[in-house]
């Protein structure tokens, strides 16, 4: 771990992101960006549940974060997302 600028980095543990880029990398990679939480368009109420729910089975889940192992984002965030996708294609 070293710091530059105040901001840490954590190239010792390729699973954890800096602090600032967590879940801004799995947003990139579906074309959607963190501000479109503010002013994109959102998925309807049960297609964010059920996309919630395949989630929760998947083995990149993590339960205690609610985040995805491969894409860093928070994933009850992120399937409320319209234009968002699993970076494995689940959903």
Avoid: H
């Amino acid at each position: 771990m070293y710091s530059s600028g105040g901001i840490i980095y954590m190239l010792d543990y390729p699973d954890i992101k800096g602090l600032a880029s967590i879940g801004y990398n799995g947003f990139m990679s579906d074309n959607v960006k963190p501000w479109d939480l503010i002013n994109g368009d959102k998925s309807p109420d049960e297609l964010a549940a059920y996309r919630l729910e395949i989630c929760k089975t998947c083995e990149w889940f993590r339960a205690k974060t609610q985040t995805c192992k491969k894409c860093g984002c928070f994933m009850k965030l992120k399937t409320t997302l319209k234009k968002a996708k699993c970076p494995i294609g689940k959903w």
